[in-house]
């Protein structure tokens, strides 16, 4: 029985390196997503005025019944998002259906593969945050009962040390999620909104608002 323990007390406390690395790693991670979070923030702020001159511009080209594959929308990219993604993407293929519905689909799926990433931090930092303080616990009880107050407080900084890191890069993921989860489920509202518009009939009484779908809860679900 005790050969056993000293077995799994050396596994247990050889795993506190890797462990710890990889919260060192999730950390960096974290932070570099959130320059990108803040950086996706702002490029939004100042690019909706002019998704929503270009969109009123296109609805009005197609009350009109103009040529909407010559539409000035998808000769500019400064829109927000996934919607940019769209414009820049749907150029060539206006006149395609079929690659236009695949288009969208593509971009919920990049969407989700996004939300996805971050999710990865939300659920694993805290998971390594614990496995951090539950190891070093054994060699500070052992340092304890061997009198060995030194070894007990090395332990124990160790313990707080990745629970706080670990709750840093959970709470920091689970903010960017939140706020990309609303990003995305509205801009993919405009974009089904947009591509519906595209292969409808033109017509002068079509209300803005008529032909809007809401995929957000689709997305929550992935």
């Keep these: 029985m005790t050969f056993l323990i000293e077995i799994l ?3 247990s406390t ?4 890797p462990v710890i690395l990889l919260l060192l790693g999730f950390v960096i991670w974290s ?3 959130l320059g990108g979070f803040l950086r996706e923030s702002i490029q939004r ?6 998704y929503e001159i270009a ?10 019944q103009s040529d909407r594959t010559d539409s000035k929308f998808f000769q500019k990219s400064n829109y927000p998002g996934l919607i940019a993604l769209f414009a820049i993407r749907a150029r060539l293929i206006l006149n395609s259906p079929e690659q236009l519905a695949k288009l969208v689909s593509e971009l ?4 989700a593969g996004r939300l996805a990433r971050i999710n990865l931090g939300v659920r ?6 614990l496995m951090g303080t539950l190891i070093p616990m054994g060699p500070a009880l052992k340092g304890l009962t061997d009198g060995n107050i030194e070894a007990l407080s090395q332990n124990l900084v160790v313990a707080f040390s990745t629970t706080v890191l670990g709750l840093f890069v959970g709470g920091v993921c689970y903010t960017m999620q939140m706020f990309r989860r609303q990003w995305y489920a509205r801009d993919l509202n405009e974009i089904e909104y947009i591509f519906e518009l595209i292969q409808s009939e033109p017509a002068s009484d079509l209300p803005l608002a008529s032909l809007k779908r809401t995929n ?4 929550e679900a992935k």
Excluded at 14 to 17: C, D, F, H, Y
Excluded at 124 to 129: D, E, N, R, S
């Design 55 to 64: 969109l009123a511009e296109f609805v009005r080209q197609h009350k009109s």
């Design 124 to 129: 694993t930092a805290p998971i390594l945050g």
């Design 31 to 33: 932070l570099m997503e």
């Design 216 to 219: 957000q809860h689709a997305l």
């Design 108 to 111: 919920e799926i990049e969407a």
């Design 9 to 11: 007390y050396t596994l």
């Design 45 to 50: 702020s100042s690019n909706q005025p002019a």
């Design 14 to 17: 050889a795993l506190l390196i």
